[in-house]
């Protein structure tokens, strides 16, 4: 007997057991972690205590949350943020070809061109010259229309062109300044809950809005990997930096060295907005450079029907 799933139509044929014991596997802990948080009457602990006891004079900050993550906890912060830049230098490793994407295409196609000039007799089957002659016709950029408010009405085939129509490059146009000027509040702000990570979020929706609206070729100077790299390991160098000075000037990792301005300004915190706006720049760069390193992955993830032997008959 084979050791192949069972297919349908071709296709492998769906396991909802195996889904449904994964899905209890993952609820049943998350059901008793919800089933212990504190409750109203509950004593805030310690941590909790010692946070709204210190935050406004010691730093100046209305907001506990900000002077957990950046000062009571800002060692753990720190760690997290470095674990995250971790992540993204093994998605570029897993993800970054020997070559670009570009030349993968050119090699493919001199390789058939070569083969019909030698092999001029040996003809592909009609359904794989259909297949061949749509996937060139998705390559051809230069021949797609810059967006589809220019494709003819009832077209069939697949959307060639690299924006979208014009309501929703419109609704995102609109969105985007409101959406980046929320991301910056929550980093400037320190009487707000929020800092760096939440906003370096912001920032990466903000680049997938223009690369869903206009297409690559109008974010590609943006999204250009050797700038987010600087970027991103400037961002990781000034934390460092910030969390070094505080052991050297005040004897302690992460100690405030900056004067405390007037509460609920933006200088309010010290150290805190410091490592707050180093944060949005690490995690917005880093978060990008993953995204997009993975939209513009150059393998091919997807098992090859032939290869794999999908096409066989069942062994009996």
């Not at 799933?5 to 769906?14: N, S």
């Not at 001199?110 to 359904?127: I, K, Q, S, T």
């Not at 494709?151 to 690299?162: K, L, Q």
Request: without cysteine.
């Amino acid at each position: 007997m084979s050791a192949r799933p069972r297919t349908v139509d071709g296709r492998a044929a769906h396991r909802p057991g195996v889904a449904l014991a994964l899905v209890a596997t993952l609820a049943v802990p998350i059901g008793l972690a919800a089933w212990r948080l504190p409750r109203e009457s509950t004593p805030l602990p310690g941590a909790a205590r010692e946070a709204m006891a210190v935050a406004l004079p010691r730093w100046h900050i209305t907001e506990v949350v900000n002077e957990v993550v950046y000062g009571t906890r800002g060692f753990d912060t720190f760690g997290e943020t470095f674990l995250l830049l971790a992540a993204v230098v093994s998605v570029l490793a897993v993800t970054r070809g020997r070559e670009h994407r570009a030349e993968h295409e050119g090699e493919e196609r001199e390789g058939e061109r070569e083969r019909n000039e030698f092999d001029p007799l040996v003809d592909p089957l009609p359904a794989e010259l259909q297949a061949r002659r749509a996937e060139r016709r998705e390559l051809d950029v230069a021949a797609s229309p810059s967006t589809p408010d220019r494709a003819r009405i009832g077209r069939r085939g697949v959307e060639s062109a690299a924006a979208m129509t014009v309501v929703s490059r419109t609704a995102i146009r609109i969105a985007m300044p409101p959406l980046g000027v929320a991301g910056m509040y929550l980093m400037l702000w320190g009487y707000s809950p929020g800092g760096g990570f939440p906003a370096g979020a912001v920032l990466l929706g903000l680049a997938l809005l223009a690369y869903a609206g206009f297409g690559y070729r109008r974010v590609h100077r943006v999204v250009d990997p050797s700038l987010l790299e600087l970027l991103e390991l400037a961002g990781a160098g000034a934390i460092i930096v910030t969390e070094v000075l505080g052991l050297v000037l005040r004897g302690q990792v992460g100690a405030n060295f900056l004067p405390l301005s007037q509460v609920a300004t933006i200088r309010s915190g010290g150290i805190l907005q410091v490592f707050s706006g180093s944060e949005l720049i690490e995690v917005g760069t880093g978060l990008t450079l993953a995204i997009f390193a993975f939209l513009a992955m150059g393998h091919d993830w997807a098992r090859d029907a032939d290869r794999d032997g999908a096409d066989e008959p069942p062994e009996g």
